[in-house]
């Protein structure tokens, strides 16, 4: 059984940083995509970011570029976001996802998610 477990979310002020963890068990980490999607109040869940299994293609939204790092250790069976800058815009709850087939910036592309963890950004 494939189990995604976030961490790392909180409350922070505008311009402050996070850095969120997703921790994966069953499976085999180090061969599957990942990707990172979130979900603000009243909005549909949406793309922030992609990582290959390598982590060596990375796609953003346009609106974390420059801002959000997403990174991966297989050895640790975990994927990073690290998240600089941010804005209240960012606040939602972020889900990490394994990719299965389809498009990578549409959920249903993915097949497995965790619970999610809250970030909110205060001014």
């Known amino acids: 059984q494939v189990q995604l477990v976030e961490s790392g979310g909180g409350l922070v002020q505008a311009g402050g940083s996070l850095r969120l963890s997703c921790v994966v068990s069953g499976g085999t980490f180090s061969t599957i995509n990942m990707g990172w999607f979130r979900q603000a109040p009243g909005k549909e869940r949406a793309f922030v970011a992609h990582?290959?299994?390598?982590?060596?293609?990375?796609y953003y939204t346009d609106s974390v570029k420059g801002r959000f790092t997403v990174s991966r250790v297989n050895a640790e069976n975990t994927m990073y976001l690290q998240m600089n800058n941010l804005k209240v815009e960012d606040t939602a709850v972020y889900y990490c996802a394994r990719f299965r087939t389809g498009s990578i910036y549409r959920a249903s592309g993915y097949d497995y998610w965790g619970q999610g963890t809250q970030v909110y950004v205060s001014l």
């Open positions: 990582i290959t299994w390598r982590g060596d293609i990375i």
